[in-house]
């Protein structure tokens, strides 16, 4: 046993390129939308995790896998529906057509109508993206959602390691997956931890059940682990347990709320919060729409 603390995770910079953080597992964090994009090299193969906000992100990744000599890619991983993490699928399907691409059921599901909506919208006024220099590669994306599907669990093995694929249940959407290699403690957890910003509670979002699905994550690793966000630089494992409060926190304050009759509409006001109110309106509308039939009370005057 050691004594020493629990190495510091490394950190990224945007635009840095692919850097390894444990043995055959490397992390890529792209300036564009602050997307942490994951790969893992073994003896047989090498497995993607996300595949980035544009096309052109996927083949800069794809090219430095070959760079470092990682090939061929066997599986691509989508860690949920959500366009930034899909819309490189096409150009990994396109340079290895013999890899497996994987995705939660109801993420590969969703992925045409959720790609096809955020084509149209990204163009529209007001969008965040109008003024984009991507906004072409956004909206000339192709759609390719995952064709291999799971509803639990899946272990792929490389030869010399075996990499976990598992959905924690309903948390940032209900198609989550985090991807697991226990022989070097490392975790890519998708849009379930964010580093560089708050939690994103968005329509699709479950908040009364993502900390259940962070208490697996938690448990899933040792101390010492290293934890890829979906958006920003990697964290310990004490950081997934601060995120994993205060997303707690979000759940028994809206259950809290709406046992005394406070609406949704005031619910933001009404408490205090772990994160910023502008953060948190998907997650108070969400989260009263899902709680269990009586436990919210109707107001009283
Ligand atoms: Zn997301």
Known sequence: MSSHPAPSAPTLPPDGGLVELRPGC??????????????????????????????????????????????????????HVHWDHVLGNAVFADRWPDA?????????????????????????PGSPYA????????????????????????????GDRRVEVVHPGPAHTDGDVVVHVPDVGVVYAGDLVEQSAPPSYGEDSFPLTWHTALDLVVGMVAEDAV??????????????????????????????????????????????????????EHAVRRGYAHLPRGARRLPLA
């Not at 997307?35 to 996927?58: F, K, Q, Y």
């Not at 707690?248 to 809206?254: L, N, Q, R, S, W």
């Open 131 to 158: 003024d984009s220099p991507h906004l072409d590669a956004l909206r000339s994306a192709r759609v390719r959602p995952a064709t291999d599907t799971l509803s639990s669990a899946r272990v792929l093995d490389l």
């Open 26 to 79: 490397w992390a890529w964090r792209t300036g564009f939308v602050d997307l942490t994009l994951g790969v893992i090299a073994g003896r047989d193969g090498t497995v993607v995790v996300d595949t980035g906000p544009t096309e052109a992100h996927a083949s800069a990744l794809a090219d430095a896998i070959g760079a470092h000599g990682l090939g061929p890619v066997v599986a691509v991983v989508n860690t």
């Open 227 to 280: 934890v890829v966000p979906g958006h920003g630089t990697p964290v310990d494992r004490a950081f997934v347990e601060e995120q994993r409060a205060a997303v707690g926190v979000v759940a028994t304050t809206i259950s809290d709320l709406a046992g005394r009759g406070v609406s949704p509409a005031d619910a933001l006001g009404a408490s205090t919060w772990p994160f910023p109110v502008e953060a948190l």
């Open 100 to 124: 497996a691409l994987i995705a939660h059921e109801h993420a590969a599901a969703a992925t045409p109508a959720h790609v096809e909506g955020f084509r149209r919208a990204a163009g529209e």
